[in-house]
């Protein structure tokens, strides 16, 4: 059995998105890249907030930029109850240039044992390519 994602969309507008996903490893299938959302023609995404929650494993969020090693502008560690808000300053914006999607991405790190699991809820405002 393949490690599970639930993806929910929580808010999906012409300026805002807002994406909940929820992870359990299946011990098998290990560190994975995952789409948490994609931007439309035109636009790329600034981060506002990232709520986490994760037991087991780390995770990288950022942006997919076609390379190899993709744009990751955020580290979220194995803890609980984790918040951070950019709303007052802006937040990290997707700089990946021409060559990429843009999508949101989340990057397990560790995403191994059974017992890994967690969640993570990442809003994110839409500015002008």
Request: glycine share 10%.
């Amino acid at each position: 059995m393949p490690n599970t994602v639930t993806l929910q969309v929580l808010e999906e507008g012409t300026k805002n998105t807002t994406v909940n996903a929820f992870l359990q490893a299946d011990g098998i299938e290990g560190d994975q890249t995952y789409v948490l959302a994609s931007p439309p023609a035109g636009k790329r995404f600034r981060l506002l907030q990232i709520d986490h929650n994760l037991a087991g494993f780390s995770a990288k969020v950022g942006f997919d930029s076609g390379l190899p090693d993709n744009n990751y502008v955020w580290a979220i560690t194995d803890t609980t109850n984790s918040f951070v808000c950019w709303q007052q300053t802006g937040g990290p914006k997707d700089d990946s240039g021409l060559d990429g999607t843009g999508d949101l991405i989340l990057t397990t790190v560790g995403f191994t044992d059974a017992a890994d699991f967690g969640a993570v809820c990442i809003r994110a405002i839409l500015i002008d390519a």
